[in-house]
């Protein structure tokens, strides 16, 4: 059975869903490897514990998320093989590709096992969970390789249009981290360090099992040894469309780790509560982030086929269903975000912090439907340095001064402070939408003068 959507003929909204739904269940179960981990050690540790996983987690998520947003150069350039029906061409794009972050991966395993106190104290961890903030970040560096190759098999797939086998290798690491989460820290009691063993070790066999399935199916692009090799004109080529992408995902992240930083600052409680109300949002921004990751792998292949309109009316599709999705958890959050918190904590004073940030996400549910359409409407169009420059806009001329301002603001809001982000997010939609027109009126010049 044929694995691959088709992006190129047919009907729109059935593609987009087929390829959604898998890539959403399986940033869902994705994102249950820190929800677990925050799950379990609020069960079974102490705040202190709560506290490093939330910290040291933003700071890993921060690191894949470089390393995914530097893989997209390699979806986008699949994509487009694939969509110019040039199989070897695709082939030597994935065998450059598997070289570049095998080294990138071993950098990264050094610098972040090195540097874990550093990045803690950078972070202004808690006295008390200060020696638990860097083991769990330590023992996640020790898996960058791991995490690294993890994340690049998925994108390859996705760049094929395969957004099935990735699920079921999420399916079978979810299960064994939550395994591993019950045995190290609900059994053996090792807290923070436990759940970051246990992520690492069940993206291991995520990798493994990947590794399995590639062996025994037809893919629609040559691979052999041969191809394998490094090859200076495609590193550049998947730099030059990543780097951007993999820019602004860092500095936006290092913004949150600032906002984060300016949280930690104001108690243990705040900390604690900020850090479930992170892990919750984690999940009511899936939905958005499933329909972004759609978008670039649609509109590469799409451009690779010349078909622009067609990715165009791609776009106004995926917005609309993702609004329908954001206006629910607008609701569950801003609502009801008490009863969210509570499935990551028992404490009420932790649940009750977390509640106030929640609030303000929710808001911003409402936005992300149309921004991360955009974003991955505009990766896939190659439009990467545009992207870089809207999110560093949004993260830096927005979102840390506001929360800057608003943490000094008397008494102190978690709710004011999160609000933030939704005008970070509002900044952005006006860029996109800037850029887009900016494209319409390029392809009506380019269709009037062929």
Known sequence: MEKQVDFIEGRIVPALLRFAGPVLFAMFLQSMYGAVDLMIVGKFAEAADVSAVSTGSQIMMTVTGLIISLSVGMTILIGERIGQRKPEAGGRIVGTGILLFLVIGVIMTVLTAVFAPGLASIMHAPVEAFEQTVSYIRICGLGSLVIIGYNLIGSIFRGIGDSRTPLVTVMIACVTNIAGDLLLVAGFGLGAAGAAAATVFAQMISVLVSLLLIRRRELPFTMSRDLIRWDGGIVKRILVLGTPIALQDLLVG???LVVLAIVNSL????SAGVGVAERVCGFIMLVPSAFSQSMSAFAAQNRGAGRNDRAVRGLWYAIGISTLFGVLMFYAAFFHGDLLASIFAKDPEVIAAAFQYLKAYGID??????????IGFL????RTRFVMLQGIAGAFGVRVPLSLLF???QPVSLFRIGLATPCSSAVQILLCLVCLLHIRRQLAAQASNP
């Open 407 to 409: 943490s000094r603001v």
């Open 365 to 374: 549910c409402l936005l992300t439907s149309f921004l991360f359409c955009l």
């Open 379 to 382: 990766s896939g169009c190659s």
């Open 254 to 256: 290092i913004s949150f």
């Open 267 to 270: 108690g243990l409680i705040t």
